[in-house]
């Protein structure tokens, strides 16, 4: 019992720590949500989701969250245009970098989506992703989960472009209807992050989206209005909120026994947006991952027979 529990409790512990620092020092640079999905998968899952090193895992995030900085502040285009070249920088680092880590994506989507051009977001990110590595090192010394042995992934030139070229296609369409409808969290990083991860090769990823849909709706509901019951009404800080949340994820995902780290970080999301957009913010985050499982099911073929098995 307490080799499970520690992981949840250091979970929780840097979300509101996370959240709290943001909360005295008055920064929402320091929100950054995709912590919270790093520990789903580096802490929280049976075993490490992604195929990298700790060290990548520090230098993937603080070096595309600095992207993301710079192409806020330094690059005069479009937020589309931002987004869609953000999203094609990421799928090369995917690719040089020899590993799966695609949470880089959403340390670089995010500044843009929120138009953040403060260089606070990226020291922050760093250290939050320092802290996440030394956790898991930390659990695996003393056993509370078993070691990973990362190997680099090797992917084809030749298949990996092709399969891009159809991600970036996909993204291109989707974020045109984002913005075309003033609903850029349709395309919110983490449903970006997840639907990589959704085209790539997880059949059995796949297999349970319905699983998936309820994770994901479930915790956007209750990050999205467990601040406005929490924080907007009742006028608690955000960092009970933000507790509530995670909470609630860790037992929700042990139900499911399903470790996704999107829904993690997409039920910290809201404590970074405007309030009149937290009522639609699940449902437009659904629609956008509905949208998206469609997409990465005709990209990969495959059946939706799946499903049912």
Known sequence: MKKKLLPELMTIVIVVIMVLMSEIFKEREFIFPEITALAVGAWLAPKQVWKT???????????????????????????????????????????????????????????????????????????MAIMVVLGQKFLEKYEYRHDYKYILVENNLKDTLYLNIQRIGALMIVAFIAFELSLPFLIAPPIIVAFVELSSNHPKLRSQVIKLLVLVFVMTFIGAYGRLLFSEIYKLPLTFSAMVSVIIMIIMMKGLKLYFPPAGALAILPLLIETDKLIIYPFVVTSGFIIFIIIAFIITKTPISVITK
């Open 53 to 127: 090193n700790r060290i990548k895992l520090v230098i993937l995030i603080s070096l595309y969250a600095i992207f993301g900085v710079i192409l806020v502040r330094y690059v005069n285009i479009d937020i589309y245009f931002e987004v869609i070249l953000g999203f094609v920088v990421c799928l090369f680092g995917l690719y040089v970098s020899k590993t799966t880590f695609a949470p880089l994506i959403s340390a670089m989507i995010l500044p843009i989506i929120i138009n953040s051009e403060s260089w606070l977001y990226p020291i922050f990110a760093t250290i």
